[in-house]
């Protein structure tokens, strides 16, 4: 696809879904910021991988609903690739803990949204002003923004659904500028997400209940993501798609 030489800045892009999304760029010839939170050894390691396969990248830590990091991370960004950047994913999010809409406080609820809300609101923000005409961003949401997510989830799928809704009123407000954003909603996803908050059993049954019978896989998503960030999709804006192999339609 038509990302060689394009900037592009992942946050979170050193584990998971993030790290494939991170890699994926890199194999297509990108120029990678890989965002990590406080793992600095995975950060390395995915900047490692990329100048392996012949990419170039580097590792920026932050905290992305910090404004302090965000903007020490478009600064490496420039320092490093120049002062335009073509493609922004935001992948920062989690669920933090499962918990009750009765067990949960404003505390945690306001930190649920911060992390998957304003935290994409903050990189966006940032990041735009070095975009020009044919840039891309894309959005990680979830299947949970779309049916309110298992049990404990409300704080999360709350928070996703915001992105999508986020997603759409950023395309309009960027269009004229053409500059695209679009959303991915991942359903089941082998991730260690699921290792730690979701028990087997769970993820068989969802797994036999998904028509292609199986959770999907990182580098799955993380194909789709360099899509909507490519000139392939050039007349897409405003999306939201789907991933989770049959298991909910919308």
């Not at 990590?36 to 050894?41: I, L, P």
């Not at 990329?50 to 580097?58: C, L, P, W, Y």
């Not at 404003?106 to 975009?131: C, G, K």
């Not at 959770?215 to 909507?228: F, I, N």
């Amino acid at each position: 696809m038509s990302l060689e030489n394009k900037v592009v800045v992942v946050t979170g892009g050193s584990r998971d879904i993030g790290k494939a999304v991170s890699l994926t760029f890199g194999a297509a010839g990108a120029k990678v910021v890989v965002n990590y939170f406080n793992n600095a050894a995975q950060g390395d390691e995915t900047v490692a991988e990329i100048e392996k396969a012949g990419g170039s990248a580097i590792a920026v830590g932050g905290d992305m609903t910090k404004a302090a990091d965000v903007a020490k991370l478009v600064a490496a960004t420039r320092k490093a690739f120049g002062d335009k950047i073509d493609v922004l994913v935001n992948v920062v999010g989690g669920l933090v803990a499962r918990k009750s809409i009765g067990e949960m406080d404003v505390e945690f609820f306001d930190h649920v949204m911060r992390l998957n809300v304003t935290s994409t609101f903050m990189a966006s923000q940032a990041v735009i002003p070095h975009m020009g005409a044919g840039s891309a961003i894309v959005n990680l949401a979830s299947l949970a923004g779309r049916d309110g997510g298992g049990p404990g989830a409300a704080a999360y799928a709350t928070s996703k659904g915001a992105v999508m809704t986020l997603t759409r009123a950023m395309a309009k407000e960027l269009g004229p500028s053409n500059i695209r954003v679009n959303c991915v909603c991942p359903g089941m996803i082998a991730t260690t997400f699921h290792d730690e908050f979701t028990k087997d059993a769970v993820r068989a049954n969802v797994a036999g209940a998904t028509p292609l019978r199986r959770e999907g896989q990182a580098q799955e998503v993380a194909d789709l993501v360099a899509y909507l960030a490519s000139d392939q999709s050039s007349f897409m804006t405003g999306t939201s798609i789907d991933i989770n192999g049959g298991l909910a339609f919308s």
